[in-house]
């Protein structure tokens, strides 16, 4: 088939990473047979430096042209300080609205060769795979009222958490469907006994359950669920949350998997009549500008985003699973980059990947 694919490479080891991962789609789609279309286009820091602005027109365009759009990371330390339209990270809160992708997926699996990286022990790893899904449109990152108002004394912040019954519906379905072709089990986290928009997620998802009665649902508490995913992380399979909770602790899934650089993300949105889904792939990790350039980079978070791609963009179950499967193998014989106390170079890993599928 034909594979329309935006590759945004961003900012910092993005590039570096990226690339990458481009090179095992190329890779995928010889040895099947597919027909890959690849355009590059400009966001975050990276199109602040060459158009003024972190999300161009022709970025937007070039989005909604693909079937499947590739990110790397965003952000440099040169914007921390400018207006927020003018940080890198507005080119993602907008290409996120303008593919209209309201469910983050963000796999955590404990994988054997790389039990030692955790900071926890072996046997709290044990069985551990999981999705974090996080709606990504709502909530207290694009509510308003916001912005500072006042001054002096009274100069005065403002954010507003807000979610409809509709946000909560779409995202607790997406969560269940997952679930039922994994463990059957969704937890819901929430912070019902403070906050009211908390109350009607919890509500919310209570009525959809019903839906799906082959699926388990249990409740929990964000504060309480920060500290079970690493006292109990095995007890979780499709883990739910709003916005800003999944936000925070998907990045605890770093510490299951030894490393940041080993998480990958699908951003997905509307379902397409051949039942492919749109959707934005990146790794979690950040652009990390104090080792770019260098080609040390795990760039396995990235190619694991691939896989995510074939899977969910196009269907292709079969390549994304020997994707999945070189990934394990390339850790299993040791070729991993510094963050996984190896010495392999980002290039190498990319490789050593490619000659894993075959």
């Known amino acids: 088939m034909q594979l329309k694919v935006l590759a945004l490479p961003g900012d910092g080891i993005g590039t570096e990473v990226t690339a990458e991962g481009l090179r095992v789609l190329r890779h995928v789609a010889a040895k099947y047979g597919h027909e890959l279309v690849l355009t590059e286009g400009l966001l975050g820091g990276i199109a602040i430096h060459k158009t003024g602005t972190p999300y161009p027109a022709e970025t937007e365009k070039l989005a909604l042209e693909a079937d499947a759009t590739v990110m790397g990371a965003f952000g440099l330390p040169e914007f921390d300080n400018a207006p927020p339209d003018k940080r890198p990270e507005k080119g993602l809160l907008g290409i996120r609205k303008t593919l209209g992708v309201y469910a983050n997926l963000r796999p955590v699996r404990a994988y054997e060769a790389l039990l030692d990286s955790s ?45 409809t019954r509709g946000e909560i519906k779409r995202i607790t379905r997406m969560a269940f469907n997952l679930a039922g072709k994994r463990k059957k089990k969704v937890t819901s986290v929430d912070k019902s006994n403070v906050l009211e928009t908390s109350q009607l997620w919890r509500k919310v998802v209570v009525e959809v359950a019903p839906e799906f009665p ?57 379902q397409r009549a051949s039942g492919a889904w749109v959707g934005l792939y990146e790794p979690v990790h950040g ?72």
């Not at 249990?218 to 920060?226: G, K, Q, S, Y």
């Open 287 to 358: 652009s990390a500008p104090d080792i770019a350039g260098q080609g040390i980079a795990n760039p396995l978070g990235a190619i694991g985003s691939i896989a995510a791609m074939l899977e969910y963009s196009f269907g292709l179950v079969e390549e994304a699973a020997a994707v999945n499967a070189a990934m394990e193998a390339v850790l299993n014989a040791g070729v991993t980059t510094r963050d996984l106390k190896g010495n392999a170079t980002t290039e190498q890993v990319g490789k050593a990947v490619c000659e894993a599928i075959g």
């Open 214 to 270: 082959a699926v388990k649902l249990e409740h929990m508490l964000v504060d309480n669920c920060a500290m079970q995913l690493v006292l109990k992380p095995a007890q979780f399979d499709i883990v739910l949350m709003e916005n800003m909770f999944g936000d925070i602790l998907s990045d605890e899934g770093s510490v299951i998997a030894g490393s940041i650089g080993m998480l990958p993300s699908a951003s997905i949105g509307a």
């Open 119 to 163: 900071p926890l022990k072996n046997h709290l790893l044990a069985g551990v795979d999981m999705i974090i899904v996080r709606e990504l449109t709502g909530g207290l990152y694009y509510g308003t009222p916001r912005g500072i108002t006042g001054e002096g004394e009274e100069e005065r912040g403002t954010n507003t958490m807000t979610y």
